[in-house]
């Protein structure tokens, strides 16, 4: 069974649809226990950074998730979601996160239209089992206006819009993507059906 993260806020249904369309159980769930007794959790985003950490802490869904992550489960960050695994972000001042991959979350370059809406290409970096069948560079979907940087060697794949920053990362059993897997499309559902892959 795989946990979706319910923080009170995020595009959880469309995720939860795509999984379910791959015939995947899902259970959205904002019982820190329900997430520790899942087999690998997943934490969509759409809103700001500092209220979805408070939410997080507030509930206790933070040492779950990590919990989740120590035991060696897989974890899917989608948006928000890789944000907030990163040391801090600058988005509405400072605010820390979970800091379990170094590095920070720093606003889109002025000169581009912010939010950054749309479909845009992964530049791939190296090979990961969420791309597997994919080939070359694919178009994703995006809503962002904050981007992380990394300190750790992490990237996947970056994008270019103003800057090119990290739209992807994967460290050990923790998967992040900056783009909505759940709105790209066949290449999207590709990716989410990797994670189940992964899962198995």
């Known amino acids: 069974m795989i946990a979706i993260v319910d923080y009170g806020m995020g595009n959880l249904r469309s995720v939860e649809k795509a999984f379910e369309y791959l015939g995947a159980q899902v259970k959205v769930t904002s019982n820190p226990g329900d997430i520790l007794n899942s087999d690998a959790v997943v934490l969509p985003g759409v809103g700001a950074f500092a209220d979805c950490m408070d939410r997080l802490i507030s509930t206790g869904l933070d040492k779950a998730v ?6 060696g489960k897989p974890y899917l960050g989608i948006c928000l979601g890789l944000q907030v695994l990163f040391e801090k972000s600058y988005e509405g001042g400072e605010n820390a996160g979970l800091g379990l991959i170094k590095g920070e979350i720093v606003r889109l370059p002025d000169e581009v239209k912010v939010p950054h809406i749309g479909w845009n ?3 791939v970096k190296q090979e990961n089992p969420l791309l597997k069948g ?3 560079n694919p178009n994703v979907y995006f809503v962002h206006s904050y981007h992380a940087t990394s300190k750790e060697d992490v990237v996947v794949a970056t994008t270019d819009y103003g800057t090119d920053f990290t739209s992807f990362i994967c460290k050990e059993n923790i998967y992040g993507v900056q783009f909505h897997p759940e709105k790209s499309g066949k290449i999207g ?3 989410l059906g990797n994670f189940l892959e992964i899962i198995k």
């Open 121 to 123: 290409q992964l530049d």
């Open 134 to 136: 994919i080939a070359g």
């Open 189 to 191: 559902l590709k990716i």
């Open 66 to 71: 990590a919990g989740l992550i120590e035991q």
